[in-house]
């Protein structure tokens, strides 16, 4: 099994950037499709980011295309999700999650989740 930490979250400025990181243990990231979600207050939790397991391939919610990169360090043992142009709804609790198949939008889909890292940006 793998556990999974993350970290990076803070109070940004809108326009601002942060850079969050998923530390895994017990396992490598290699051996999993990797995901970022995230959940505001009353909301349900949502897909922000994806990175297959094989081939790199990487997936985005519209709602963040173009403004983060999620990507893999193999060495570190670690997934990131880059956050660029931030907007105060981008505001929500962040999560890594990891699942050994393919990359899935769907939170119940993935087996392994973070704690969480608050992410709050503000106008």
């Known amino acids: 099994q793998v556990q999974l930490v993350e970290s990076g979250g803070g109070l940004v400025q809108a326009g601002g950037s942060l850079r969050l990181s998923c530390a895994a243990s017990?396992?490598?990231?290699?051996?999993?499709?990797m995901g970022w979600f995230r959940q505001a207050p009353g909301k349900e939790r949502e897909f922000v980011a994806g990175l297959s397991r094989y081939g790199g391939g990487t997936y985005y919610a519209d709602s963040v295309k173009g403004r983060v990169i999620i990507s893999r360090d193999n060495a570190k043992n670690t997934v990131a999700l880059q956050m660029n142009s931030l907007k105060p709804e981008d505001t929500a609790v962040y999560y890594c999650a990891a699942r050994t198949v393919l990359v899935s939008t769907l939170p119940s889909d993935y087996n392994y989740w973070g704690q969480g890292t608050q992410v709050t940006v503000s106008s």
């Open positions: 017990g396992s490598t990231v290699s051996n999993y499709a």
